[in-house]
């Protein structure tokens, strides 16, 4: 088995860290991972792009990501910018912080691949007190997906994060889950 994923969203976001994060959760479960971002001069808002791999066997392929099984797009706004479903397997799966309806985006991006929306900014609003996505989608991508146990990315939170932020990073890692394996019965 090997899964490949793409990320999306705009520099500063925590693009990276979502890929990063997910690769920890994906080692403490007893997968090979391997993440890793690209970008050149980009700055703060610019579109970037990270990439994981999640497998049961050692990985050796190390290029960009371009048939992915899965997309996540942590900004909205770069759907403008951005062919997000660029190889995007037509069995894959895109989970996006978009505010409407998963019908509205599949529709507004002409795929037939499998797309679930999730208002990740309101979210991280509430319980971050800033747009910052990041742990919102990797809650998120677990939820749709069921490669992770919550326990295992609250573990991860615990370790990867410092201060106040901790806990309110776990809580935002939490809403998403649940909310994802709700609308992914």
Same mark, same amino acid.
């Given at each position: 088995?090997? =899964?490949? &994923? %793409?990320?999306?969203?705009?520099?500063?976001?925590? +693009? /990276?860290?979502?890929?990063?994060?997910?690769?920890? *959760?994906?080692?403490?479960?007893?997968?090979?991972?391997?993440?890793?971002?690209?970008?050149?001069?980009?700055?703060?808002?610019?579109?970037?792009?990270?990439?994981?791999?999640?497998?049961?066997?050692? =990985?050796? &392929? %190390?290029?960009?990501?371009?048939?992915?099984?899965? +997309? /996540?797009?942590?900004?909205?706004?770069?759907?403008? *910018?951005?062919?997000?479903?660029?190889?995007?397997?037509?069995?894959?799966?895109?989970?996006?912080?978009?505010?409407?309806?998963?019908?509205?985006?599949?529709?507004?991006?002409?795929?037939?691949?499998?797309?679930?929306?999730?208002?990740?900014?309101?979210?991280?609003?509430?319980?971050?007190?800033?747009?910052?996505?990041?742990?919102?989608?990797?809650?998120?991508?677990?939820?749709?997906?069921?490669?992770?146990?919550?326990?295992?990315?609250?573990?991860?939170?615990?370790?990867?994060?410092?201060?106040?932020?901790?806990?309110?990073?776990?809580?935002?890692?939490?809403?998403?889950?649940?909310?994802?394996?709700?609308?992914?019965?």
């Amino acid at each position: 088995m090997l =899964i490949e &994923v %793409r990320f999306h969203g705009r520099g500063g976001q925590g +693009v /990276v860290t979502a890929a990063d994060f997910l690769a920890i *959760a994906g080692f403490k479960e007893g997968y090979y991972t391997l993440s890793f971002p690209t970008f050149g001069a980009e700055k703060r808002g610019s579109p970037v792009a990270s990439f994981l791999r999640i497998s049961d066997e050692p =990985i050796v &392929v %190390r290029d960009e990501i371009y048939n992915p099984d899965y +997309v /996540v797009v942590l900004d909205p706004s770069i759907f403008e *910018a951005v062919n997000v479903t660029s190889g995007l397997k037509e069995s894959g799966m895109l989970i996006a912080n978009y505010p409407k309806s998963s019908e509205d985006l599949k529709a507004f991006l002409k795929t037939n691949s499998k797309v679930l929306t999730i208002n990740a900014t309101k979210i991280a609003m509430k319980i971050l007190g800033r747009p910052t996505t990041n742990t919102t989608m990797v809650g998120a991508f677990a939820g749709a997906t069921g490669l992770f146990k919550l326990e295992t990315l609250k573990e991860t939170a615990e370790e990867f994060f410092e201060g106040p932020l901790k806990e309110r990073n776990v809580l935002a890692i939490e809403e998403a889950y649940r909310y994802m394996k709700e609308v992914c019965r």
